[in-house]
C-alpha cells in the first residue's frame, strides 16, 4: 500500500495540482503536500498526491556509488583469480 | 521507467552481492528485517534471497497496513457497508481480506452492500458530492504515507462544507510497531533475534530518517532506510553487514534520492493538524499497542465515521489454524504454516498475509517459494 512510483512533472495547473507522465499517460496529481515544484521536476506519487521530491543529484550519486561498489568487487575478484559467472 | 529501470540492473546486483559475500563474517550470523511488505515483495520479485550468503537472513516485518488490521476492524466496515444509507469506499487491497465467519467487503457486496473501490482518496470527495442523499464513508488505511492524502481529504471536505463524508480511519505509525516488534515476547526470550532493521522506503519520504534514532540509542539496532529497487536493497544490506561488522550501530540512509533527516514537513505538519495520536490501537499479530494509530482530532469530528456512526464491536473471529499473526512479528515464516499454498492461497485466501499485495504469504506464493523444499530458501 505504500508503493510509489517516480513521475515527471509536466505542466503545473494550479497552486494544488500538476499534469504528470506515467508511463506514457498524462494524469493529473495532486501537488498540494509539496511547494517550489517546476515543470521537469520528478516527484514519488502514492496514490494520486506527490509526497516528496526526487532528488536528482542523490540519485547520480547513488549509482555512481553501486558502479565504484562494482568494480571495486570486479578488481577484487580479479585479484583473487575468480572468473565471474 | 527513469529513476526505477538504473536500480534494476542485473550485472550490478551480482557485484554487490559478491560484496556482501566478501563481507560477511563467515563465524556469525545476519538476522534482517525488512519491515516493510514493498520490500519483502522487491525481494522475492528479484530473487534477493539467492543472492544472499547463507548466514544473512532476511525476516519480514508487519509493514502491511492491510495484513495488521485486526479482524474487529474489518467487521465494523462491513457493518457500516451494510446499512443502506452508507456507500463505503476504500483501497481494493482490502476487499478480499477475510473478515469474522470468512466474510469480505467483496462478498458484502454481492449481497448488496454499497462498495466501491478507490485508486485515490480524493474519488470519495467526489463520490460525496455526487450522492448527495447517501452516506460516503471512506475506510483509511495505511502508514505515514497515505495519511497525508486522507487529511488534506479531510481538509477539503470541511472547505466544500460536505456533509456527508466521513472518514473511518485505520492509520498506523510504524516507529510504534518497530518498538514493538523490539520488545516481543519472542525477542525478550530470545526465539526472534533481529541483528537490523531495513527501513521504509515511502514512509520515510513523509517522516525522515531521524524519526528511526531510537532503534540504535535505545536498543542498539542499526537501521538502513533503503528504496525499494533491487540495487538499493543489496546496497542497504551492504551498509548493515558493515555496521554490524564495525560494531556501529546507527541510522543511515541509502534511499537519499528520496528521504532526508527531517522528511515532508508540509505534510507531517498537515497530518497532525488534522489527526492526533490514539491512546492505543489493536495491530494483529503484535496485541495493543500505545500511541500507535491515529484519529480525527475533535475539530473534525463530524468527518469522524466512529462518531458518526455507533460501531459496535463484536469478539473478532481468527481462523485458528493462521499463522498471520506470528508471521507478522517476524516470529514465523510462511511456510511454517499449515494452511500455506494449500488451504490458503491468494485465490481463496484465509489470511490477510496472503491477500494483500504487500503480504509475506501472498510473496512467498507469487514467486515460487512454496515449491522450494525448507532449507533451501531463505
Same mark, same amino acid.
Given at each position: 500500500m505504500c508503493l510509489a512510483i517516480p513521475v515527471r512533472i509536466e505542466a503545473l495547473l494550479d497552486e494544488q495540482t500538476a499534469l504528470a507522465e506515467i508511463g506514457g499517460l498524462r494524469k493529473t496529481i495532486s501537488i498540494a503536500l509539496l511547494d517550489d515544484l517546476q515543470v521537469g521536476d520528478y516527484v514519488i506519487l502514492h496514490v494520486g498526491f506527490a509526497l516528496q521530491k526526487l532528488d536528482e543529484q542523490e540519485a547520480q550519486r547513488t549509482l555512481a556509488l553501486l558502479a565504484s561498489l562494482g568494480q571495486l568487487e570486479a578488481a577484487r575478484q580479479a585479484a583473487a583469480g575468480v572468473v565471474p559467472a | 521507467m527513469k529513476y526505477v529501470d538504473e536500480f534494476r540492473d542485473g550485472d550490478t546486483a551480482r557485484q554487490l552481492a559478491a560484496c556482501l559475500a566478501a563481507e560477511v563474517d563467515p563465524a556469525r550470523q545476519y538476522r534482517l528485517m525488512e519491515f516493510c511488505g514493498g520490500h519483502t515483495h522487491a525481494i522475492f520479485r528479484y530473487g534477493i534471497p539467492d543472492l544472499l550468503p547463507d548466514n544473512l537472513r532476511l525476516i519480514h516485518g508487519p509493514g502491511c497496513p492491510v495484513c495488521v488490521l485486526p479482524i474487529a476492524r474489518l467487521d465494523m466496515a462491513i457493518a457500516l457497508a451494510q446499512r443502506p444509507e452508507v456507500i463505503l469506499c476504500t483501497y481494493g487491497?482490502? =476487499?478480499?481480506v477475510p473478515a469474522s465467519n470468512r466474510q469480505t467487503l467483496l462478498k458484502a457486496r454481492a449481497e448488496g452492500a454499497d462498495v466501491r473501490m478507490l485508486y485515490s482518496p480524493l474519488e470519495a470527495l467526489s463520490l460525496a458530492r455526487d450522492n448527495p442523499s447517501r452516506e460516503v464513508v471512506f475506510m483509511a488505511i495505511g502508514f505515514e504515507t497515505t495519511t497525508p492524502p486522507t487529511a488534506l481529504v479531510i481538509e477539503q471536505a470541511q472547505l466544500l462544507g460536505l456533509k456527508n463524508f466521513s472518514v473511518f480511519c485505520n492509520h498506523v505509525l510504524t516507529p510504534s510497531a518497530m518498538h514493538a516488534i523490539l520488545a516481543s515476547p519472542e525477542s525478550e526470550a530470545g526465539v526472534l533475534q533481529l541483528d537490523g532493521f531495513l527501513g521504509p522506503a515511502h514512509v520515510s519520504t513523509v517522516i525522515g530518517s531521524a524519526a528511526y534514532e531510537d532503534f540504535p540509542t535505545q536498543y542498539g539496532t542499526p537501521v538502513v532506510i533503503a528504496g525499494f529497487e533491487p540495487l538499493d536493497v543489496l546496497q542497504a544490506l551492504l551498509m548493515l553487514v558493515r555496521q554490524l561488522n564495525q560494531g556501529r550501530a546507527c541510522v543511515e540512509n541509502q534511499f537519499t534520492r528520496a528521504v532526508t533527516a527531517e522528511g515532508n514537513l508540509k505534510a507531517q505538519a498537515l497530518t497532525w493538524r488534522i489527526f492526533e495520536p490514539r491512546e492505543q490501537f489493536e495491530w494483529r499479530g503484535l496485541g495493543h499497542l500505545p500511541k500507535s494509530a491515529l484519529r480525527l482530532r475533535a475539530a473534525y469530528a463530524e468527518f469522524d465515521a466512529e462518531r458518526r456512526f455507533s460501531l459496535p464491536e463484536f469478539p473478532a473471529q481468527e481462523h485458528r489454524a493462521c499463522e498471520c499473526p506470528a508471521i507478522l512479528r517476524g #516470529?514465523? $515464516?510462511?511456510?511454517? &504454516?499449515? =494452511?500455506?499454498? %494449500? #488451504? &490458503? %492461497? !491468494? #485465490? $481463496? !485466501? =484465509?489470511g490477510s498475509c496472503m491477500v494483500s499485495s504487500e503480504g509475506a504469504c501472498a510473496a512467498y506464493y507469487t514467486y515460487g517459494r512454496h515449491m522450494q523444499t525448507a532449507g533451501a530458501a531463505h
Open positions: - | 487491497d482490502l =476487499l478480499r #516470529a514465523k $515464516n510462511p511456510r511454517d &504454516c499449515r =494452511l500455506f499454498a %494449500t #488451504a &490458503c %492461497t !491468494p #485465490a $481463496n !485466501p =484465509l
